[in-house]
């Protein structure tokens, strides 16, 4: 006995019958003439030995046969389209070159993984991740963009596209041994007499004398107000890791991302030090020069990379720290 059978475009007919209410409907909706449609259903009608529709000149109903018919037919018809959908995206798989810059610390950190597991997924894509402290002339360099931790400067900003892709804060901390020996600070003043290390990093100016100085400006969390002092200590440099070893070493406070020493925090190698105010000047930013379309390669990286760090992986709570 042979199992009577059904194609898509049946599938399709049925449906826009019963959505259109009339034989004429359908047949506009499939841009067709209504022949077409009284020949085709009643082909299918008699392959199938049974009826969908009842109808008379002027009704058309439909049977239980045809409400059955038509409940699978959208369920089916939805999954030719998500599998034609899936095959159409492999079809058009990432291809060509991506070329990023980053910071030396971030980079390695927690953008070099994410950048390997976004090429895992699409294995025909190349990209090269150039790890810098100074932002680059993104356009002239051909640079597709940059993951950096600052906002851009307001006079380029017009010629760039930025977009935030993780939130981020300046801590301070110092190791045990160091409050230990020098006491811990009770308020921001405090910090005036204490060592603290001073990183320049990105374009700061060159501090003469034999002490180090900075200006740091802390936001309080609870109530957003903001309490600058002037820091000195006998130790700067220009590399951000330079600059947390010492303070690992105990030679004394510094301001640093929670990206860079959540592992330290966690393990109570770092201690924070006034851990309710924080300098909130450093979330990841993307920044692209300015084109009329962006590549679909380099869209899809970036939602990647919102997606991957969208619950700030180095919070405290992330890490096991108290």
């Given at each position: 006995?042979?199992?009577?059978?059904?194609?898509?475009?049946?599938?399709?007919?049925?449906?826009?019958?019963?959505?259109?209410?009339?034989?004429?409907?359908?047949?506009?909706?499939?841009?067709v003439v209504p022949s077409v449609v009284t020949k085709r259903l009643g082909a299918l009608e008699a392959r199938l030995g049974q009826r969908l529709f009842d109808r008379?000149?002027?009704r058309l109903s439909v049977t239980a046969e045809g409400?059955?018919?038509?409940?699978?037919?959208?369920v089916l018809l939805d999954g030719f389209a998500a599998l034609e959908s899936e095959l159409g995206e492999r079809q058009n798989e990432l291809t060509g070159t991506i070329r990023l810059a980053a910071t030396f610390g971030f980079g390695r950190r927690w953008l070099g993984p994410a950048l390997a597991s976004f090429q895992a997924r699409h294995p025909a894509l190349q990209i090269e991740l150039v790890l810098t402290e100074q932002l680059p002339d993104l356009g002239a360099e051909s640079y597709d963009g940059a993951v950096w931790l600052w906002a851009v400067q307001q006079r380029r900003a017009a010629d760039w596209v930025t977009r935030r892709i993780a939130r981020n804060r300046r801590v301070l901390a110092a190791a045990p041994a160091y409050l230990e020996r020098r006491g811990t600070p009770a308020t921001v003043e405090a910090l005036a007499s204490h060592d603290c290390l001073v990183a320049r990093e990105n374009g700061d100016s060159h501090a003469s004398g034999q002490r180090q100085h900075a200006l740091w400006s802390l936001r309080q969390a609870r109530d957003g107000g903001t309490a600058r002092v002037r820091v000195q200590g006998p130790l700067a440099s220009n590399s951000g890791e330079m600059v947390r070893d010492w303070c690992l070493a105990g030679h004394g406070v510094m301001l640093r991302s929670l990206w860079d020493i959540a592992p330290q925090l966690a393990s109570g190698e770092l201690v924070r030090v006034l851990p309710q105010y924080a300098m909130p000047d450093a979330d990841i930013h993307w920044v692209a020069p300015w084109r009329p379309k962006t590549p679909r390669r380099v869209r899809l990286l970036v939602d990647h990379l919102v997606e991957q760090f969208r619950g700030e992986p180095w919070k405290p709570d992330k890490t096991g720290s108290r």
């Amino acid at each position: 006995m042979n199992t009577p059978s059904m194609d898509r475009g049946d599938l399709a007919l049925v449906l826009a019958i019963r959505d259109q209410g009339s034989l004429a409907g359908a047949a506009a909706t499939l841009d067709v003439v209504p022949s077409v449609v009284t020949k085709r259903l009643g082909a299918l009608e008699a392959r199938l030995g049974q009826r969908l529709f009842d109808r008379t000149t002027r009704r058309l109903s439909v049977t239980a046969e045809g409400e059955a018919v038509c409940l699978h037919a959208r369920v089916l018809l939805d999954g030719f389209a998500a599998l034609e959908s899936e095959l159409g995206e492999r079809q058009n798989e990432l291809t060509g070159t991506i070329r990023l810059a980053a910071t030396f610390g971030f980079g390695r950190r927690w953008l070099g993984p994410a950048l390997a597991s976004f090429q895992a997924r699409h294995p025909a894509l190349q990209i090269e991740l150039v790890l810098t402290e100074q932002l680059p002339d993104l356009g002239a360099e051909s640079y597709d963009g940059a993951v950096w931790l600052w906002a851009v400067q307001q006079r380029r900003a017009a010629d760039w596209v930025t977009r935030r892709i993780a939130r981020n804060r300046r801590v301070l901390a110092a190791a045990p041994a160091y409050l230990e020996r020098r006491g811990t600070p009770a308020t921001v003043e405090a910090l005036a007499s204490h060592d603290c290390l001073v990183a320049r990093e990105n374009g700061d100016s060159h501090a003469s004398g034999q002490r180090q100085h900075a200006l740091w400006s802390l936001r309080q969390a609870r109530d957003g107000g903001t309490a600058r002092v002037r820091v000195q200590g006998p130790l700067a440099s220009n590399s951000g890791e330079m600059v947390r070893d010492w303070c690992l070493a105990g030679h004394g406070v510094m301001l640093r991302s929670l990206w860079d020493i959540a592992p330290q925090l966690a393990s109570g190698e770092l201690v924070r030090v006034l851990p309710q105010y924080a300098m909130p000047d450093a979330d990841i930013h993307w920044v692209a020069p300015w084109r009329p379309k962006t590549p679909r390669r380099v869209r899809l990286l970036v939602d990647h990379l919102v997606e991957q760090f969208r619950g700030e992986p180095w919070k405290p709570d992330k890490t096991g720290s108290r």
